[in-house]
C-alpha cells in the first residue's frame, strides 16, 4: 500500500502543478480582454435569474436536450462526471489512509450511493457507444458539408471519448477487485461493481489486493492525464461553459412564449472600455479608442470567453442558411478560427514590451494577422493571410439560428456585428451595394432614397381617413395604438398592401390608430446590422425625438425588424415602448370578436396555406403562435408545416443588411427555402414580414419560370389573408387548380430554349404573366392593363392609382437626414451613378469569387465621406420599390357578406397577448366552412378589378465586379441526424 501511495502522489505531483499552470495562463488569457461590466452587472442584479440559467441549461441541461438523442446522451456524460467524483473521493481516500476499506463518512455504505455510482457508469457507457455511432453517420470524409463535424477537431474528440471509457472500465475495475476482496463499502447494491467481482472470486486475497490496487492507480492516473487534456482542448468547456451561461446578456425570451429557449432581441451596443459608445462622444474619445473589433485585443473578456466555450458540436453550423447554400460562413468554424487566433498569440500579446522581441517569428507573425480580409487556403479554414475572410464576415444575415442552437450560450451575432463595425467605421472596407443603403438612409431617411414626403402614398384610395400626428391630431393620447408603417409599408409595392389591409382591419374592428406620416424615418435596423452604427444612431435619435413629442407608448408593426429595433435596441437609447407584431394585434381582436372571418363564400375556399416564419419576429422575439392562429381560424384553410419552421425555421436571406447585397456565392438562400415551401404542397404563402416577401416573392418568381411551381401559388402576408376572410374575398389572384400545369411549362420551356439562343433564355429574359408576384429586382415594370372602372366598395386588392414619378428625387439642398443642409459625414456632391449594365439574360453559375469591398479612407477624414468609398462610376443605383404587380386580380361576383362592422370599442389598456385565438366564446365562432368543389371554374361574368400604375422603377445596384462564383448546384440541408421535436483613422480629423 505504501508504494501505491508513492506513486500516486508523484502522479499528482506532476500532473497537478502543469495543470495549474495552464489554469494560470487561461485565467490570463480571458482577463485580458476589454473590459465588460454589463456582464458582472447581469449575475449582481440578476442573481435570480443567473441561477435559473444554471439550474435550466447546466443541470438540466435544456439547451442539449434540443437535440434527444445526443442530448441524452450527453447528459448522461455528464451527470457521470458529478457524480462519479464521488468515486474519486472513495479513491483518494483508500489512497491517502492506505485502508482499503475506507468510506465515505455517514453515506459510505448506503446501498442506493452504490447503486446511484454504478448506474450511472452502465448509462455513460451508452453514452459514450452513441456518441461514436452519431460520429461514424457524420464522418466529413464521407459526407462533406453536410456533416456538422465538418471542420471541427476530429481526433481530439475521438480521443476523449477514448479517454473517458478508460475513466470508467477503471472503475469498475478497482470496485470489482475492492467487491470480490471483501473491502467494498457496499453491497449487491453496486450491481455492476459487485457482478465484475465475482469474475476475480478465483484469485487469492493478495492477488486481488494487487489488482485493486493497480486498479486503483489507472483510475487516479487517467483521471489526471484526462484533466490535462482538456484544459487543452476543446473539452475546456467542461469547466467554462457554466462561466459562460452564467455570463450571458438577458435575452427577449423571458418576454416571449418560450422563456426557457434564448432571444437576441437587440445587438449589443459598440463598446469602448467597457462603456457604450454613442454618436455624442466621437469628439471625447481618445486616440486610441477602437470603434467596433479590429483585432483579437479588442475583444471584451466575455467575447474570449466565448471562444474557450465552443464544444465545435456544430449545432450552429447544421442551421446557418449560409453554410446550408454553400457559403463560406459556419458559425463553428469562426469561433474556432478566432479562438485558435488568440491562443497562438497569447504569447506575445500577454508578454511585456521587452520580452516580445525574443519570442518565435511564428508567434509574432500570428500576433500582427489582421482580423479580416483575405486570406490565404480555404476561406472557412484560412492556412494563411487573415484569420476571417472578408465573404465569411458578410454571408451572415442575422437569423439568429446559431445562437438559438449552441448549447453554451456563445454569441456568434454580436462578434459578427462589432467586426463590421471596424471595417464600416475605420476602414471604409465594405461590400460596395451596401452605398446605395448608407446614402438613401442618411439623405432620405429610407434605404431605398426615395422622397420622405412619399410615406403616406400607401393610405391613398382607402376608404377612411387615416389620423396622422401633426396634422389630423395633435398626439397618440387621442388613439390607442401607433401604426409604424416603416419604410417597407410605405415604398415597397406588395408591402403597402399589407399596410393597407392592417390598416382596413384596425378600421373593422373600431381600433384607433395614428401614424406619424412623413414624420416617420427608418429605424436604423439595416445600418446596425450592416455595422454603421453612427447612422443607426442618428436615425435612432430622430425617431426617439419624434414618438416622444407625439406620446407614443403603444406601437404595432408589420416589420419584424422596426418590431425588434423600437421593442429592443431603442430602450439603450433614451425611450421604452410597447410593441407588438400586427399579427399579435389582430389575434387578439379576433379572440374578443372584434373580428371575425365570414364561414362561407369566395373567402372561404378549400386551400392549403405554410407559414414561413421571419427571424426576428420567431428567434429574435419568440412570437410563434399568433400567427399560425390566424391563419387555422380561416375558413377553408388546412396550415401545413415547412420541415424547418418554429425554432428551427430557416432564414429568407434579407436580414443583416442581406436584403441590400447581392449572392455571388452557392445557392441563393431565398430559393433554398422557396423550395421547401413549394414542396408542402401550399396554395399560399404566408409571411409576417415585408423582406421575407419580397424575397421569397422572388424565390418564387424563379420557380414559376422553370415549372417548378404552381402558377397559382402566391406569396401574401398573414394580414391580407385575414381581411380577405373577413370581407369573404379570394385572397389569391387564381384559386388553387387555376393555374397552368407545372409540368407544362417546363415543357413549353424546354421548346423555347431548343427554338431560341441559349444564351437569351433565362429567368432574367423572361416575366412570367402567371407569376407569384412581381420582383424587387425586375428591370423592368410589368405593362399594367388598361384600367377598369372600380366596382363600388372597393376590393382587397384595390388601389388608387399609384402616381408615376419622375426621376428619383434628389434631396433637399443635397443635404443629411441628421443636418440641415449638410451631411453627417460632410459628403460632397456626387455624379449621379451612371446606368448599371443590363442584366445577364442567363443566370450565372455561382463562383466562390470574393465580393470586391470598397476601398477608401475613413469615414471620417476630412472632406470624404463614407460613400466616397467607391468611384463614382462604379457606384451603383440605389435599389427603390419593385413596380405594382401586372396581374389582374379578379374581384369575386357575388362576395359573402362581411361581418357587420362593430361599434369602435373603447381605448383598451395594454394588450393582453397572453391568451389563445381559440378562446373565443361558442357564441363567436364562425360556422364551418363547406368543402369546395376540387377544381372551380371562375365566373364568366367576372371582371378584374382597377390595376394600379406600376410605379417608375430605380434599378437595383449592380453587383460587384467579380467573377461568377461556382456552385456544385447540391441542395444542402441542415442535419441532426435524430428525431428532435482603407487605411485612415476616425482621428485624421
Not at 84 to 110: D, F, K, M, Q, T
Not at 546 to 551: Q, R, S, W, Y
Not at 779 to 791: S, V
Not at 945 to 973: F, M, Q, R
Request: glycine residues 8%.
Amino acid at each position: 500500500m505504501t508504494l501505491t501511495l508513492i506513486v500516486g502522489l508523484l502522479l499528482n505531483a506532476i500532473i497537478l502543478p502543469l495543470a495549474a499552470k495552464r489554469v494560470w495562463f487561461l485565467y490570463r488569457l480571458i482577463s485580458h480582454g476589454q473590459p465588460a461590466p454589463d456582464r458582472l452587472e447581469n449575475v449582481t442584479k440578476r442573481t435570480a435569474g443567473a441561477i435559473r440559467d444554471q439550474l435550466r441549461e447546466v443541470v438540466g441541461q435544456g439547451r442539449l436536450l434540443k437535440w434527444s438523442v445526443p442530448g441524452i446522451a450527453h447528459a448522461f456524460v455528464m451527470y457521470a462526471f458529478l457524480i462519479l467524483a464521488s468515486v474519486y473521493l472513495e479513491a483518494y481516500g483508500v489512497l491517502l489512509s492506505r485502508n482499503p476499506e475506507w468510506a465515505i463518512p455517514v453515506i459510505g455504505h448506503w446501498d442506493v450511493i452504490g447503486f446511484g455510482q454504478d448506474l450511472i457508469g452502465v448509462l455513460c457507457l451508452v453514452g459514450l457507444a452513441t456518441f461514436t455511432i452519431i460520429r461514424l453517420r457524420n464522418d466529413p470524409a464521407k459526407i462533406g458539408r453536410k456533416s456538422r463535424f465538418k471542420g471541427s477537431h476530429l481526433g481530439g474528440a475521438w480521443l476523449t471519448l477514448f479517454m473517458i471509457f478508460n475513466v470508467i472500465w477503471t472503475m469498475f475495475l478497482f470496485r470489482g477487485a475492492a467487491s470480490a476482496a471483501g473491502n467494498f463499502p457496499y453491497g449487491k447494491g453496486a450491481f455492476a461493481s459487485y457482478g465484475l467481482g465475482t469474475i476475480f472470486d478465483g484469485l487469492s486475497h493478495d492477488a486481488l489486493e494487487v489488482v485493486e490496487h493497480v486498479g486503483l492507480l489507472l483510475h487516479i492516473g487517467v483521471m489526471l492525464v484526462f484533466l490535462l487534456l482538456v484544459l487543452h482542448s476543446k473539452h475546456l468547456h467542461i469547466f467554462v461553459a457554466p462561466l459562460n451561461v452564467m455570463f450571458k446578456r438577458p435575452d427577449a425570451a423571458a418576454n416571449g412564449e418560450n422563456p426557457s429557449s434564448v432571444a437576441l432581441g437587440k445587438v449589443k451596443p459598440m463598446m469602448n472600455d467597457g462603456k457604450p459608445v454613442t454618436l455624442d462622444d466621437v469628439d471625447d474619445l481618445d486616440e486610441d479608442a477602437t470603434l467596433g473589433i479590429g483585432s483579437i485585443n479588442d475583444f471584451s473578456w466575455k467575447g474570449v470567453l466565448d471562444f474557450a466555450s465552443c464544444t465545435e458540436c456544430g449545432r450552429c453550423q447544421s442551421q446557418c442558411p449560409a453554410w446550408n447554400t454553400e457559403k463560406p460562413l459556419s458559425p463553428k468554424m469562426l469561433i474556432m478560427n478566432l479562438r485558435d487566433h488568440a491562443f497562438a498569440a497569447a504569447p506575445y500579446n500577454l508578454a511585456s514590451e521587452e520580452k516580445r522581441g525574443s519570442l518565435d517569428p511564428a508567434i509574432v507573425a500570428e500576433a500582427e494577422r489582421p482580423l479580416v480580409g483575405e486570406t490565404e487556403g480555404v476561406a472557412w479554414h484560412p492556412d494563411g493571410g487573415a484569420v476571417i475572410d472578408t465573404d465569411v464576415l458578410w454571408s451572415c444575415t442575422n437569423c439568429g439560428a446559431c445562437v438559438n442552437q449552441c448549447p453554451v450560450d456563445i454569441e456568434h451575432v454580436d462578434h459578427i456585428t462589432d467586426m463590421r463595425r471596424y471595417q464600416v467605421l475605420v476602414e471604409s472596407n465594405f461590400p460596395s451595394e451596401l452605398n446605395g443603403l448608407f446614402r438613401g438612409l442618411e439623405n432620405n431617411g429610407n434605404p431605398w432614397n426615395m422622397s420622405p414626403r412619399g410615406r403616406m402614398d400607401w393610405a391613398k384610395g382607402l376608404p377612411f381617413d387615416v389620423k396622422v400626428v401633426g396634422e389630423t391630431i395633435e398626439s397618440l393620447d387621442e388613439v390607442e395604438w401607433l401604426f409604424w408603417v416603416g419604410c417597407a409599408g410605405a415604398y415597397e409595392d406588395r408591402a403597402k398592401k399589407t399596410t393597407r389591409a392592417v390598416a382596413e382591419l384596425l378600421d373593422l374592428a373600431g381600433v384607433s390608430f395614428g401614424v406619424l406620416g412623413n414624420g416617420e424615418t427608418c429605424t436604423g435596423d439595416s445600418a446596425r446590422r450592416a455595422g454603421n452604427e453612427f447612422v443607426f444612431q442618428g436615425l435612432a435619435q430622430q425617431n426617439i425625438e419624434t414618438l416622444k413629442d407625439a406620446k407614443a407608448k403603444q406601437v404595432v408593426s408589420t416589420c419584424p425588424h422596426c418590431m425588434n429595433t423600437l421593442k429592443n435596441e431603442y430602450r439603450d437609447l433614451g425611450i421604452e415602448l410597447e410593441v407588438i407584431h400586427h399579427t399579435q394585434l389582430l389575434n387578439r381582436l379576433v379572440r374578443e370578436g372584434k373580428l371575425t372571418p365570414v364561414a362561407d363564400g369566395e373567402g372561404a375556399h378549400q386551400r392549403k396555406i405554410t407559414y414561413h416564419d421571419p427571424c426576428f419576429l420567431g428567434r429574435h422575439n419568440q412570437v410563434y403562435t399568433p400567427p399560425r392562429e390566424l391563419l387555422q381560424i380561416m375558413p377553408g384553410a388546412e396550415v401545413t408545416e415547412m420541415e424547418r419552421s418554429g425554432e428551427r425555421s430557416f432564414c429568407c436571406g434579407a436580414g443583416g443588411a442581406r436584403m441590400w447585397m447581392e449572392e455571388t456565392i452557392g445557392e441563393r438562400i431565398n430559393v433554398n427555402r422557396t423550395n421547401e415551401a413549394v414542396a408542402t404542397g401550399a396554395d399560399q404563402i404566408a409571411v409576417g414580414c415585408p423582406f421575407c416577401r419580397v424575397m421569397l416573392a422572388d424565390g418564387l418568381t424563379e420557380a414559376q419560370d422553370t415549372g417548378s411551381a404552381r402558377a397559382e401559388v402566391e406569396v401574401l402576408d398573414v394580414a391580407q389573408m385575414l381581411l380577405a376572410s373577413v370581407k369573404g374575398e379570394v385572397a389569391t389572384k387564381l384559386k388553387p387548380g387555376e393555374g397552368a400545369d407545372p409540368g407544362a411549362v417546363k415543357a413549353k420551356k424546354a421548346e423555347e430554349q431548343e427554338l431560341d439562343d441559349p444564351a437569351k433564355v433565362g429567368a432574367a429574359a423572361k416575366a412570367s404573366a402567371d407569376s407569384g408576384g412581381s420582383s424587387l429586382f425586375d428591370e423592368a415594370p410589368a405593362e399594367a392593363p388598361a384600367a377598369k372602372a372600380e366596382p363600388a366598395g372597393g376590393s382587397l386588392f384595390d388601389e388608387a392609382p399609384a402616381e408615376a414619378p419622375a426621376a428619383k428625387a434628389e434631396p433637399e439642398s443635397g443635404g443629411s437626414l441628421f443636418d440641415q443642409g449638410g451631411s453627417l459625414f460632410d459628403t460632397p456632391a456626387e455624379k449621379p451613378a451612371e446606368k448599371p449594365a443590363e442584366k445577364p439574360a442567363e443566370k450565372p453559375a455561382p463562383a466562390e469569387a470574393k465580393a470586391e469591398p470598397a476601398s477608401g479612407g475613413s469615414l471620417f477624414d476630412q472632406g470624404g465621406s463614407l460613400f466616397d468609398a467607391v468611384p463614382a462610376e462604379e457606384a451603383p443605383a440605389e435599389k427603390k420599390p419593385e413596380p405594382a404587380e401586372a396581374k389582374a386580380e379578379p374581384a369575386a361576383e357575388k362576395p359573402a357578406p362581411a361581418a357587420e362592422k362593430p361599434a369602435p370599442a373603447e381605448a383598451a389598456p395594454a394588450a393582453d397577448l397572453s391568451g389563445s385565438l381559440f378562446d373565443i366564446p361558442a357564441a363567436s365562432e364562425p360556422t364551418p366552412a363547406p368543402a369546395a368543389p376540387a377544381a372551380e371554374e371562375p365566373a364568366a361574368e367576372e371582371e378584374p378589378a382597377a390595376e394600379e400604375e406600376p410605379v417608375a422603377e430605380e434599378k437595383k445596384p449592380a453587383a460587384p465586379a467579380t467573377p461568377p462564383a461556382s456552385s456544385s448546384g447540391e441542395k444542402n440541408e441542415p442535419r441532426t441526424d435524430v428525431d428532435i421535436s482603407g487605411s485612415g483613422s476616425l482621428f485624421d480629423l
